[in-house]
Nanobody, 121 residues
């Protein structure tokens, strides 16, 4: 089981930027790293992922062009860079690791504790 720890959350104004990090306890170069978010009263939703092979990325439509997922396997760390933030991006953000390239949360085995992002208008 991989231990994951997110950091970098906080408050931002609409139009601003934040960069989240996800540090893994072990090497994850054989795993897909996904980012998810959950707002109060809403289920966990996939934001984007970066594959282990070829570093292929995939994004949910509502973040395309604004968010970027990246990874540095030499540091066992994944990143979610967020630009042009909107109030509706306010949520708890989670990173996850798993063997499948997907935005389906149930297919990820390891999860971080989450980091809060709050965007004000």
């Amino acid at each position: 089981q991989v231990q994951l720890v997110e950091s970098g959350g906080g408050s931002a104004q609409a139009g601003g930027s934040l960069k989240l990090s996800c540090a893994a306890s072990i090497n994850t170069d054989n795993l897909c790293m996904g980012w998810f978010r959950q707002a109060p009263g809403v289920g966990r939703v996939g934001v984007g992922y970066i594959a282990n092979i070829g570093r292929r990325t995939y994004y949910a439509d509502f973040v395309k062009g604004r968010f970027t997922v990246d990874r540095d396997d030499s540091k066992n760390t994944a990143y979610l860079e967020m630009h042009d933030l909107k109030p509706e991006d306010t949520a708890m953000y989670y990173c996850a690791a798993g063997p499948v390239q997907t935005l389906e949360p149930s297919l990820y085995q390891s999860w971080g504790q989450g980091t809060q992002v709050t965007v004000s208008s």
